[in-house]
């Protein structure tokens, strides 16, 4: 089973096979951009598309920086089996190595979104449009429902017979 995983499962599965894939879809996202090109479409419709194919390219290079690391420190993870009995030193320092790449992994994605909100102002106006003008509006009436409405309040009866005093 650890043969599997450290030569099979995070070499293969985790590590190159999607990172081939990706790289592959890019290129042909990026050929197909340069065939776009040489079309006669509209400027504005070919600007677009030079921004979509841009942003997926920067994806994949983010893909990219920040996975590899984790594929690699994965398979010398169990490639070398250190315990902490054998060195605790390389046994801590691993496991600082370890934390900070699991945070790059973890980084990967939510780092798309900032990025892609800095570079482009495409997407930059569709976030503010569905943020704002779609699910800001319905939080707010979600949370002022039935705020302006007019309830009748209960009226004493101080004649009464009953122990509650209130009429309904």
């Known amino acids: 089973m650890v043969n599997y995983i450290s030569y099979i499962y995070y070499p293969v599965l985790i590590g190159f096979l999607p990172m081939t894939i990706t790289l592959i879809f890019s290129l042909l996202a990026y050929q ?8 006669q479409i509209p400027v504005v419709r070919r600007r677009l598309d030079q921004q979509l194919t841009a942003m997926v390219l920067i994806r994949i290079i983010i893909f990219l920086i920040l996975t590899l690391p ?11 089996k250190i315990t902490p009995s054998s060195n605790f030193y390389i046994f801590a320092i691993e496991n600082l190595v370890s934390s900070i790449v699991a945070t790059l992994l973890n980084l990967n994605y939510a780092i798309s979104f900032y990025m892609f909100c800095i570079a482009f102002q495409r997407f930059r106006r569709q976030v503010k449009h569905v943020l704002i003008k779609k699910y800001w509006r319905r939080c707010k009436l979600w949370c002022f429902f039935g705020k302006n409405q007019v309830e009748p309040e209960p009226v004493m009866n101080i004649n009464s017979t009953d122990s509650s005093g209130i009429i309904e």
């Open 32 to 39: 197909n951009v340069r065939r776009i090109i040489r079309r």
């Open 70 to 80: 984790f594929t690699c420190l994965q398979m010398y993870t169990y490639l070398t």
